[in-house]
């Protein structure tokens, strides 16, 4: 299995959103990095089984970009991708990860991102920061082991 994992890109000014992050869309830049991502996706990956991204609008709107390019996918929204849930969000959709699908991608936020890649690759013992608009890869080796096999800012 491979298990795509995209930071939202760029996003307009936390401060000009206070009162509800969530509503943040991207920039100009962030869906010219949007539709970098998705054109990346598609070729090397062209059958995505689903797009999974946490409600912000942000990571919604990169999703939507992915999921343009990728006719076939399930998509859908969790809120436990959500900025403020953290790690305990994308530990619960361990299931998903676990089906049967042979590609997944998750649209989420930092430092979520991160530490899910050094929770499963490396027993919290990896330190990484994704930036915005990037994507890390991964591959399922058996069970219990995932290797961390491309990490590409856009």
Same mark, same amino acid.
């Given at each position: 299995m491979k298990l795509i994992l995209v930071r939202h890109a760029q996003a307009e000014d936390r401060e000009k959103y206070l009162e509800d992050d969530l509503k943040r869309p991207l920039t100009k830049k962030g869906e010219k990095?949007?539709? =970098?991502?998705?054109?990346?996706?598609? &070729?090397?990956?062209? &059958?995505?089984?689903?797009?999974?991204?946490?409600?912000?609008?942000?990571?919604?709107?990169?999703? =939507?970009?992915?999921a343009k390019l990728q006719e076939e996918s399930t998509f859908f929204l969790s809120p436990h991708l959500n900025p403020e849930v953290g790690l305990e969000g994308y530990l619960k959709h361990k299931d998903e990860i676990e089906e049967d699908w042979q590609t997944l991608v998750v649209v989420g936020h930092e430092p979520s991102i991160s530490d899910f890649v050094s929770y499963i690759c490396a027993n919290s013992n990896l330190r990484l920061k994704?930036? &915005?608009?990037?994507?890390?890869? $991964? =591959?399922?080796?058996?069970?219990?082991?995932? $290797? $961390?096999?491309?990490?590409?800012n856009f």
């Open positions: 990095q949007a539709k =970098k991502i998705a054109k990346y996706i598609r &070729k090397k990956y062209p &059958k995505v089984d689903a797009i999974i991204s946490s409600l912000a609008l942000r990571a919604c709107d990169t999703a =939507k970009y992915i994704v930036g &915005k608009g990037c994507i890390v890869e $991964l =591959k399922r080796e058996n069970e219990d082991q995932w $290797l $961390l096999t491309g990490l590409r």
